[in-house]
């Protein structure tokens, strides 16, 4: 029973390149959520994706960054022309769909940890 | 605005000792709190979580903490630590159903032999 999976692990990118995090949802799991992490400090909130669907990307820079979540395959961040303020740890989570009184409780990958040279 | 506070960044304490880690945050609608453990270059792994019911809640690895409403806060315990415990923790709040966790600073547990 395989849980989020996160891939790479680590990724160097130089000034101006692009960085491609993939996500994959633990089984069964329909719902995508993406944080950062920047260094001493706690996670925030990016976006918010089902299938085929952003639901909430209000944490998203306005530039550069985009999220996607295909009907068939990972979700996918993306982050155009990266600068050394992107240097961070990127959580992905995912969850089921939830019913009742019950929270969307979300399940964490391990990270990718992004180092911007 | 919604806010979680952890005020202390790191807690040192030696093993066996008891620990308290400090958890408030300012909301006006209803909560679902959490605290989650990161151990070094890992993800974050769920210890606990309240959701409604009893306000004391028991997690994984002998931890547990106590909802109070009119405090607004989560603390979480540990009567009895192990170096193993040593990590950061992280609480987090889901405020009125909208799947947005929104995590304090976290707090550096650093037990000592």
């Known amino acids: 029973n395989a849980g989020v999976m996160q891939n790479p692990r680590h990724l160097v990118r130089r000034r101006g390149q692009e960085a491609r995090l993939r996500c994959s949802p633990m089984?069964?799991?329909?719902?995508v959520y993406w944080y950062r992490q920047l260094p001493e400090e706690g996670l925030k909130f990016m976006v918010y994706?089902?299938?085929?669907?952003?639901?909430?990307e209000s944490g998203m820079p306005k530039e550069r960054f985009s999220a996607e979540f295909p009907k068939e395959g990972p979700s996918i961040l993306r982050i155009q022309q990266v600068v050394r303020g992107d240097s961070a740890a990127y959580f992905c989570?995912?969850?089921?769909?939830?019913?009742?009184?019950?929270?969307?409780?979300?399940?964490f990958g391990p990270g990718t940890r992004l180092t911007v040279t | 605005a919604q806010s979680v506070t952890q005020l202390d960044s790191q807690v040192p304490v030696f093993e066996e000792a008891p620990v308290e880690l400090r958890c408030n945050y300012s909301?006006?609608?209803?909560?679902?709190l959490f605290w989650y453990v990161q151990y070094p270059n890992q993800g974050l792994q769920l210890l606990l979580k309240?959701?409604?019911?009893?306000?004391l809640v028991k997690g994984i690895n002998g931890f547990e903490a106590e909802f109070n409403k009119s405090q607004t806060s989560f603390h979480l315990r540990k009567p009895s630590v192990h170096i193993s415990d040593t990590a950061e923790y992280f609480c987090?709040?889901?405020?009125?159903?909208?799947?947005?966790?929104?995590f304090g600073s976290g707090t550096r547990l650093l037990v000592r032999p």
């Open positions: 089984k069964g799991h329909s719902h």
């Open positions: 909301s006006s609608v209803s909560v679902y």
């Open positions: 987090a709040v889901e405020m009125d159903s909208s799947y947005k966790l929104i």
């Open positions: 994706l089902q299938k085929e669907n952003i639901i909430d």
């Open positions: 989570a995912s969850s089921p769909l939830a019913s009742g009184s019950f929270s969307y409780e979300q399940y």
């Open positions: 309240y959701l409604s019911g009893s306000t």
